[in-house]
Nanobody, 124 residues
Framework: QVSLVESGGGLVPAGDSLRLSCTAS????????VGWFRQTPAKERVFVAA???????YYQKSVKGRFKISREGANDTVYLQMDSLKPEDTAVYYC??????????????????WGQGTQVTVSS
């Protein structure tokens, strides 16, 4: 069993940046596929970005060029650097992970473990 904890959310004005962090215990992420999703009230959880154990990255079209997913050197933390934030980026952001190779990295059902989420609010 793996527990995921997200941190780094907050309230920022449009155009600002935030960096979200996802840590795992008791294991490291070294052999895991990790993704970030976001969810707004009354809507489904939506794919944002993902990184494979080998470092391949994937992004939702609306965040490509503004967000960057990466791993800490020791692979204990996965980051989501979010730049040029927009009000439409406002959501609860969730970290997800799986040891099994994705069937589809953009589908929530491809992940076995989830964090509790961190709120990101971007004011206009």
């Amino acid at each position: 069993q793996v527990s995921l904890v997200e941190s780094g959310g907050g309230l920022v004005p449009a155009g600002d940046s935030l960096r979200l962090s996802c840590t795992a215990s008791p294991r490291t992420f070294s052999s895991y596929y990790v993704g970030w999703f976001r969810q707004t009230p009354a809507k489904e959880r939506v794919f944002v970005a993902a990184i494979s154990w080998s470092g391949a990255v994937y992004y939702q079209k609306s965040v490509k060029g503004r967000f960057k997913i990466s791993r800490e050197g020791a692979n204990d933390t996965v980051y989501l650097q979010m730049d040029s934030l927009k009000p439409e980026d406002t959501a609860v952001y969730y970290c997800a992970a799986t040891r099994e190779e994705w069937s589809d990295e953009r589908t929530p059902g491809s992940y076995a473990f989830w964090g509790q989420g961190t709120q990101v609010t971007v004011s206009s």
